[in-house]
């Protein structure tokens, strides 16, 4: 018997199996499906489709019907052809949101600083998280960490309380779902509560964090909305407990509040009746 003989068979081992898997093959399809139409080719055939992206018709006709229920294709009536549907025009505009919050909110948000001298940060929701697109740090000795980029609960957040605020009734109690651990002192972490302290938002406009994320950490915050009315973010002033006192709630709210509307009014937004359901 040789050595290749004795030696054992070496298996081909997968180091990433999802990378392969049929799955994620079908995902990607399905992508690259929604990015074949152009303005040129606004509605697509089964057949063309296929021929483009090299697929089986089946395989097209499967994931452009899983497609059209989620509205991200619709269908014309009388050729049957496809074409991109408007749920794509929701996820668009709340990336749009996103993007122009952030460009618009950053003169006002650094004048925010010069007044308070304190952390100023702009926050937007991410699951059930809030994620700081600007942390403008304080440019007193004694000061917050900057975080831009950073997430943090947004359960026990004064910026992610605003946020909550702007959910719909059957998004918050998906919201609730999920655990909310104790993570500083005074962290919220009975349901019942939470739902209070978000009602207290709704009708003071703004949310007063005290040591609920952070120890020694105190932030006010207040929402931030779109043309369509939407609330879309929200603007925090944050410090060490030390210096941003209980006493300074009643004169530091307006504050934070004509920034948050300010942006709002750059966003196009028309001041109404907020949109909570």
Request: with cysteine; hydrophobic share 40%; net charge positive.
């Amino acid at each position: 018997m040789t050595d290749d003989a004795a030696r054992p068979v070496r298996k081909e081992i997968n180091r990433n199996p999802r990378r392969n898997s049929s799955r994620l093959s079908s995902v990607t399809t399905a992508i690259h499906l929604l990015k074949t139409f152009t303005e040129e080719d606004q509605a697509l055939g089964i057949s063309e489709l296929a021929k483009r992206l090299k697929v089986a018709k089946s395989t097209v006709h499967r994931l452009a019907g899983a497609l059209l229920d989620e509205g991200l294709l619709q269908q014309e009536t009388e050729t049957g052809r496809y074409g991109l549907g408007v749920g794509l025009f929701g996820l668009g505009s709340l990336v749009r949101s996103r993007l122009d919050v952030t460009i618009e909110s950053k003169t006002i948000l650094n004048v925010l600083r010069e007044k308070t001298q304190e952390n100023v940060r702009l926050a937007v929701l991410e699951r059930q998280n809030v994620v700081f697109l600007h942390d403008f740090e304080s440019p007193q000795t004694l000061r917050l960490r900057s975080a831009t980029g950073q997430l943090k609960p947004a359960f026990c957040t004064a910026e992610g309380l605003c946020l909550l605020a702007g959910l719909r009734t059957p998004e918050l109690e998906k919201f609730l779902q999920y655990p909310m651990p104790a993570r500083a002192p005074n962290t919220i972490t009975d349901k019942d509560d939470f739902l209070k302290a978000v009602r207290q938002v709704k009708r003071r406009g703004h949310a007063f964090e005290d040591e609920t994320c952070d120890e020694g950490t105190r932030c006010l915050a207040a929402p931030i909305y779109n043309a369509e009315g939407r609330l879309v973010a929200s603007v925090g002033v944050a410090g060490p407990r030390v210096r941003i006192k209980k006493a300074m709630v009643p004169k530091l709210a307006p504050i934070v509040i004509e920034a948050a509307n300010e942006i709002s009014q750059r966003m196009g937004y028309v001041r109404r009746q907020p949109i909570y359901v």
